[in-house]
């Protein structure tokens, strides 16, 4: 039985729902193995076929499954995204997530019984924002953006009826959520469309005379001493040196795990909590998922989540973890 948040799973394969299901999770959510799908990783996501298996063997569970077509489609090609959300829809999922604006008028005129919630990249992050999406479209629930506090989320639930999703565990982006042009310029490929911002053959790593340097796309993004730890680069995460200071200009290489903050965020009055990482492995799902039913099921029975929080520090980026945004002290 679900408890009072919602626990929102990744899943990049049929393995991976299954181990997220299995874990605690209410709802998982994935995505079609093509363009239209911000996740588009080698080997990973689903076939329509699959997506309809998915949605029959969760729903025999309880359990719901949420379709990501949230990539901006390519002037020219929408007939590819329409066909998506199509695909989405006759799976029998319970919502497709959308970020396009063309998109999300389509499958409101083309299924006008799909739940549709708001993408994440689609960036809503104030009540008008979010009343216009609710209105224009018949959006149901929005994806918050990775910029809020705590307190500017429990503003935003008070002046809005739609449901809101909010990111507590995984990866950050401080760019334009998954439009990131610098990524692109550096590594030649979409962000967006390719469904990463550092894809593995633009990522090198070489013994020099000053130590392992990273780079991507050719480019030098951070350089690490014997036996410092070496995080996957991307550019938001370089070491740069700018005015004679060596510093992470953009962000520090960490991960977001807000469990501490779940009664906060219950308080603000978010219907759903949500983890990254659809191109992570099933044992990684599991155990995050575990985790935080751990955590919400004991907030509901009055407990302190925050036990559980260290049950996740290892799968942290360079073992270090962060509140993000929702303990801001930055405009």
């Known amino acids: 039985m679900m408890g009072s948040i919602e626990l929102v799973c990744p899943a990049g394969s049929p393995a991976m729902l299954k ?25 990973l996501n689903f076939s329509p076929e699959e997506l309809a ?15 990501a077509v949230n990539t901006f489609a390519r002037a020219g090609q929408s007939a590819r995204w329409r066909a998506s959300v199509d695909a ?29 919630h ?78 990463v911002c550092s894809p593995p053959e633009a990522v090198s790593y070489t013994e020099e005379d000053e130590g392992l340097v990273s780079r991507l796309g050719g480019f030098a993004l951070d350089q690490f001493a014997p036996g410092e730890k070496a995080g996957y680069p991307t550019l938001c995460k370089g070491r740069f040196e700018a005015r004679g200071l060596l510093s992470y200009l953009f962000e520090d290489p960490v991960s977001l795990n807000a469990m501490s903050l779940l009664a906060g965020l219950k308080a603000a009055g978010v219907t759903a909590v949500k983890i990254e990482g659809r191109q992570r492995g099933k044992a990684y799902v599991a155990r995050v998922a575990g985790a935080f039913r751990q955590a919400i099921d004991a907030l509901d029975s009055g407990a302190d989540p925050e036990a559980f929080a260290p049950l996740l520090t290892d799968l942290a980026e360079g073992g270090r973890e962060t509140a993000g945004a929702y303990r801001k002290l930055w405009r």
């Open 88 to 116: 989405a829809a006759t799976s029998g999922a319970d919502a497709v997530i959308l970020a396009d604006l063309g998109l999300l008028a389509y499958a409101r005129e083309r299924w006008p019984d799909l739940r549709l």
């Open 118 to 195: 708001l993408s994440v990249q689609a960036a809503a992050g104030s009540p008008e924002a979010v009343r216009f999406y609710a209105q224009a479209y018949g959006v149901r629930r929005i994806v918050l953006p990775r910029v809020l506090s705590v307190q500017e989320v429990a503003a935003l639930v008070r002046e809005t009826e739609a449901e809101t999703e909010a990111f507590v565990f995984g990866g950050l982006c401080v760019m334009a959520e998954g439009r990131c042009a610098l990524s692109s310029y550096a590594a030649r490929r979409s962000p967006n469309l390719c469904g």
């Open 19 to 43: 181990a997220a299901v299995e874990a605690g999770a209410d709802s998982v959510y994935c995505g079609l193995r093509d363009e239209t799908n911000a996740r588009n990783f080698p080997g």
């Open 53 to 67: 298996q998915a949605a029959t063997w969760a729903h025999a569970r309880g359990r719901k499954l949420l379709v």
